[in-house]
């Protein structure tokens, strides 16, 4: 298995593509379990989602397959040229938007050389008695896997695609955005082919027209692909299976199974019926216990009490004496088989219950609790980025706002926040007015600058300043009870963006600004936080490309070109 980087240079793949396959895989993280004895199998040609709550063990799992992480059990087989694209790529010291895309290029490139160099000495003693017909057809038949001839095509469909066209080649990597460094990434990897894909939320940074050509390519891969993702309307339409790791005990299907098989149809019969499936078997899991938990306390009293009395269910009578002294032996014997048999039945019960099913997080807060904020936009202009002529934004109007990569989506809400601080930057023309008491601004990039406090440390700096008392962190549904503990650094990129919005809602704002609120956020807290943005009296202002979001929005919105 070749396990490097995608985005560094690699050398042509040296076999053709076959499953992946890992037994038994186990990892915990000081001392809590995140997989335990997780089995899986993800065959060519088809599209293995893989989902779950925020720090349930997707990133994980993908890390321990691309062989980025060692597993504490278990083991991993794995494709040759095996490709994983991480929700924070990394690139090679001094890359730039060329070599990325040359280096992604290049073993294709030596694919096509090999293949004519070998075609060009059939029939040609080859060196060391090598069979030439033999490394011609396996040299063709990997080729033809990774559609090396069409390369160069798929390269510049990718970058227009991906909204990468107009960066220049010579363009330093770390000079672009974290969406625009995402999407290079993916451009790289979806140019290569390789023979083994890992894909971790690829559709974060993406508009509709990239998306649509990433589930095009996807579908047409004839290798293994894995991806972790909560985009409900992208997993509807690319995923061929399933593998749930929030499964409990009765599993996501009601029968103890993890794993799904979809029809990959985009309808509501396909990844939409798991989230309905997985909701049936938790209420049957929830029944399950509340079940075994009263028939627990029924065998625990006969145990102790009616199982010894000889006759429980009638009113004693004058003979009961006689008959014990006439028959006491039998008497015994009755009375120690009933308490055996309770008490195997009781010991049989104990081993067999199901755990009490986890209280889900469930996110209590309100965005914007104060009404009263208000925006004015009067011929903005930010060169090369964003001309917007006109906008009103009254007191408590929802506003969404939409468009393409580049199209100043993020820009347009950086302005609004720094306009709320008096602080618009230099080269803007035209004017941002914001009235507002407090502004709360999530953008698509969150970062803590000590990665060793502790949620709660973070949490309580940041609401020192609030007057009125703030809901503690714990209870905001949020983050896990267990989690609030751990070093922010230690949290996956969900609950740290989860965090992040914490700080937000903690300090009460009556003019919210979220920017991709949904991106790598669980589809139970994405639901929960449309609720609340449309239950909120403030003003909101949210930008996104959420396709399921921008389906079921109820209020206006703005789209930018």
């Known amino acids: 298995m070749t396990t490097t980087s995608p985005l560094r240079p690699v050398a042509p793949p040296t076999g053709s593509a076959r499953a992946l396959v890992a037994r038994d895989l186990g990892k915990s993280y000081a001392g809590r379990p995140v997989l335990d004895g997780l089995d899986l199998v993800a065959p060519p040609g088809r599209v293995l989602a893989v989902i779950g709550e925020n720090g349930s063990g997707k990133t994980t799992l993908l890390r321990l397959l691309g062989g980025r992480l060692e597993p504490d059990a278990g083991s991993v087989e794995a494709p040759d040229d095996l490709a994983h694209l991480p929700q924070e790529p990394e690139f090679a010291r001094g890359a730039t938007v060329g070599s990325v895309l040359h ?29 030439a017909e033999a490394a011609y057809a396996q040299a063709l038949e990997l080729a033809v896997l990774a559609d090396a001839w069409d390369a160069e095509r798929r390269a510049t469909e990718a970058a227009a695609r991906l ?12 000079t672009l955005s974290g969406g625009q460094r ?90 939409t019926a798991v989230l309905q499936a997985r909701a049936a078997a938790r209420r049957r899991w929830e029944e399950l216990h509340l079940k075994q938990q009263a028939d627990l306390v029924v065998l625990r009293r006969t145990v102790a009490t009616t199982a010894r009395d000889v006759a429980h269910d009638r009113p004693p009578r004058d003979n009961d004496k006689f008959i014990y002294h006439m028959k006491g032996q039998n008497v015994q014997r009755t009375v120690s088989r009933r308490v055996r048999d309770a008490e195997r039945r009781l010991a049989d019960l104990e081993a067999a219950q199901v755990p009490r099913p986890p209280v889900p997080l469930s996110f209590t807060g309100s965005l914007a609790p104060r009404a009263g904020a208000a925006l004015t936009v009067r011929d903005l202009v930010v060169p090369g980025r964003l001309v917007l002529p006109r906008l009103d934004v009254a007191p408590g109007e929802h506003l969404l706002v939409t468009g393409g990569n580049g199209s100043g989506k993020s820009t347009l809400l950086d302005l609004m926040a720094a306009g709320a601080r008096d602080a618009v930057p230099p080269g803007t023309r035209g004017t941002v007015r914001v009235r507002a008491r407090s502004v709360g601004h999530l953008p698509q990039d969150v970062g803590f600058r000590d990665g060793g406090r502790t949620a709660l440390e973070v949490y309580a700096e940041a609401v020192a300043g609030v007057r009125e008392p703030p809901v503690p962190l714990a209870e ?86």
């Open 182 to 271: 995402s999407r290079l990434a993916l451009a790289a990897l979806l140019t290569r082919r390789p023979s083994c894909l890992l894909l971790d939320e690829p559709t974060n940074h993406l508009d509709d027209v990239a998306v649509a050509y990433v589930e095009r390519v996807l579908a047409d891969l004839p290798g293994v692909v894995v991806v972790a993702s909560h985009d409900r309307v992208f997993l509807d339409r690319v995923a061929d299976q399933v593998l749930d790791l929030d499964a409990g005990p009765l599993g996501s299907d009601g029968r103890g199974g993890h794993r799904h098989g979809l029809v990959r149809n985009g309808s509501s019969g396909g990844y």
């Open 103 to 131: 280096d992604a290029l290049a073993p294709l490139h030596q694919l096509v050389v090999r293949v004519e160099e070998l075609a060009a000495g059939l029939g040609t003693p080859r060196p060391g008695g090598e069979d």
């Open 163 to 174: 909204g990468l066209a107009e960066l220049a080649s010579d363009r330093p990597v770390n």
């Open 476 to 561: 905001l549904g949020l983050l896990h009870p267990r989690d609030v503990t751990r070093p922010v650094g230690e949290l996956s990129l969900g609950q740290q963006r989860r965090l992040a919005l914490a700080l937000l809602v903690a300090r009460r704002p009556d003019l919210v600004l979220l920017d991709e609120p949904t991106n790598h956020l669980s589809l139970t807290l994405c639901d929960e936080l449309e609720e609340a943005l449309g239950t909120s009296p403030g003003t909101v202002v949210v930008a996104s490309h959420d396709r399921w979001l921008r389906r079921r929005w109820p209020g206006p919105q703005l789209a930018l070109a």
